[in-house]
């Protein structure tokens, strides 16, 4: 069973860091570009950031430019999001997702094209 699951959220004042998480357990995550997604209260779900299958390429959001930094270990079958510099706006539950070739120009966020979803993560920033 394909599965991914991620770990790391939790409560963190403004300001501080959080690195999550994306373990892939069933199959591997050579072939797949990973998306990360989150969504807060009352809000659609958008797209964070994403990293292809070989980790040469990698996209972010413009409201986490140059604070998120999206990364993978292919050897352990996992992906990272270091989050630093976390706002009250960044609160959401955070979802990490794979797409076999995903992550690439004009397709970086299609939810459609993302076949295996994890649980999601809780990310809380106080203020």
């Known amino acids: 069973q394909m599965q991914l699951v991620e770990s790391g959220g939790g409560l963190v004042q403004s300001g501080g860091s959080l690195r999550l998480s994306c373990e892939a357990s069933?199959?591997?995550?050579?072939?797949?570009?990973i998306g990360w997604f989150r969504q807060a209260p009352g809000k659609e779900r958008e797209g964070v950031s994403c990293?292809?299958?070989?980790?040469?390429?990698?996209d972010y959001a413009d409201s986490v430019q140059g604070r998120f930094t999206i990364s993978r270990d292919n050897a352990k079958n996992t992906v990272h999001l270091q989050m630093n510099n976390l706002k009250p706006e960044d609160t959401a539950v955070y979802y990490c997702?794979?797409?076999?070739?995903?992550?690439?120009?004009?397709?970086?966020?299609?939810?459609?094209?993302?076949?295996?979803w994890g649980q999601g993560t809780q990310v809380t920033v106080s203020s």
């Open positions: 069933g199959f591997t995550l050579d072939y797949y570009g």
């Open positions: 997702a794979a797409e076999i070739w995903g992550c690439y120009s004009g397709n970086y966020y299609q939810e459609a094209g993302y076949s295996v």
């Open positions: 990293i292809n299958s070989s980790g040469a390429s990698t």
